[in-house]
């Protein structure tokens, strides 16, 4: 087992930091989304946003 560890030891410590980064990525999105933050790049502003119309549903006021 040890020796095993040994010959990959590179591809574990690889694969250990993109595992980190999407995780980071990941919780990075869902704080955002809580917070309210457009996860788009708007800045949560969608007037000038050329999808702003597409991308949220618009509840119909009676």
Do not use: D, Y
């Not at 250990?16 to 309210?36: E, M, P, Q």
């Not at 457009?38 to 991308?55: H, K």
């Amino acid at each position: 087992m040890l020796q095993w560890l040994e010959e990959n030891i590179g591809t574990i410590l690889i694969s250990l930091f993109l595992l980190a980064a999407v995780v980071a990525i990941i919780i990075n999105l869902i704080s955002k989304k809580r917070r309210g933050e457009s996860a788009c790049g708007c800045g949560g502003s969608c007037a000038g946003c050329p999808m702003g119309c597409n991308c949220h549903s618009r509840k119909e006021t009676p």
